[in-house]
């Protein structure tokens, strides 16, 4: 089942994400992560009309981001290259 595979994923590797750095005092620089998703796969990931990503994985992602301090960036592919994606470090999660 593709849906237990990408929530145990982000929360095995959740803890482990990097906390933002401060550059000058001022504003946190926050680290930026890329995200694989299946742009297919409604309700979970799709693409809005104007070709951005939504569905309640990427509402998931964002609600990690915001909390562990990271920015998510996400890259749409087919679900069956996102694991090459990952272990080619076209991806991190």
Known sequence: MRI????????????????ADIADGSKPVLPVWRVGLDGDFYPLSYRTSQGEPAGLAV??????????????????????SLRQALEQGRIDM
């Open 4 to 19: 237990p595979t990408c929530v145990l994923l982000l929360l095995a590797i959740s803890p482990t994400l990097a906390v």
């Open 59 to 80: 509402d998931l992602i964002k609600a990690i981001a915001a909390r562990e301090g990271f920015e998510p960036t996400f890259k749409i592919e087919p679900w069956y």
